[in-house]
């Protein structure tokens, strides 16, 4: 079965990085992109970016561009997540979640269980 | 980017009875070259991740129950649920993704 495990919660200090992981499993970790998502505690859904686990390619939010980096290891089928320059806005749960074929990259159907990751000093 | 604007924010609907939800798009996310609307719908329930319901405006995910339907076009869309059940307690999201994608704020659906 298809599934997305990620990594466990982080406490951050203001200006520190996060770097989230999302080990995949039950299907093939390079035919599907990964999506990121984020929601601060009783908020909606955040759409942060996607990558192509097979090319690298990735895609993000303009909101997050220059601080978001998004990678992968194909030889354990897990895609990172990494924020940098934290603030205590960024405290939230991060999604890691599958995207459908075709022209459902976006559309995501399995999702990791999210990692709360909390700015603090 | 699209915003996206989901009403009502909340509602309260008696068990068996009908709940609508909807969601309006800034700008249309109908692409003529396919036909085909870039509008999804997810459910989440407490303390777990969205789960996917409908793409496409109106494909259920394989193993979604049929009481949930999407329905609409360009920027104008609806989740309906039929005949609500305790388990569909949860908050709704739609989502768009014509473009980078966009969430709406969410409706939250509970039992009257």
């Known amino acids: 079965q298809v599934q997305l495990v990620q990594s466990g919660a982080e406490v951050k200090k203001p200006g520190a990085s996060v770097k989230v992981s999302c080990k995949a499993s039950?299907?093939?970790?390079?035919?599907?992109?990964i999506n990121w998502v984020r929601q601060a505690t009783g908020q909606g859904l955040e759409w942060m970016g996607w990558?192509?686990?097979?090319?690298?390619?990735?895609g993000y939010a303009q909101k997050f561009q220059g601080r978001v980096t998004m990678t992968r290891n194909t030889s354990i089928s897990t895609a990172y997540m990494e924020l940098s320059s934290l603030r205590s806005e960024d405290t939230a749960v991060y999604y890691c979640?599958?995207?459908?074929?075709?022209?459902?990259?976006?559309?995501?159907?399995?999702w990791g269980q999210g990692t709360l990751v909390t700015v603090s000093s | 980017d699209i915003v996206m604007t989901q009403s009502p924010d909340s509602l309260a609907v008696s068990l068996g009875e009908r709940a609508t939800i909807n969601c309006e798009s800034s700008?249309?996310?109908?692409?003529?070259?396919?036909?085909?609307?870039?509008l999804a719908w997810y459910q989440q329930k407490p303390g777990q991740p969205p789960k996917l319901l409908i793409y496409?405006?109106?494909t259920r995910e394989s193993g979604v129950p049929d009481r949930f339907s999407g329905s609409g076009s360009g920027t104008d869309f609806t989740l309906t649920i039929s005949s609500l059940q305790a388990e569909d307690v949860a908050v709704y999201y739609c989502?768009?993704?014509?473009?980078?994608?966009?969430f709406g704020g969410g409706t939250k659906v509970e039992i009257k």
């Open positions: 979640a599958r995207g459908k074929m075709d022209e459902l990259w976006r559309v995501s159907d399995y």
């Open positions: 039950g299907y093939t970790f390079t035919s599907y992109d």
């Open positions: 990558m192509n686990p097979n090319s690298g390619n990735t």
């Open positions: 700008q249309s996310v109908f692409y003529s070259s396919n036909n085909k609307n870039y």
């Open positions: 496409w405006a109106s």
């Open positions: 989502q768009q993704y014509y473009t980078p994608p966009t």
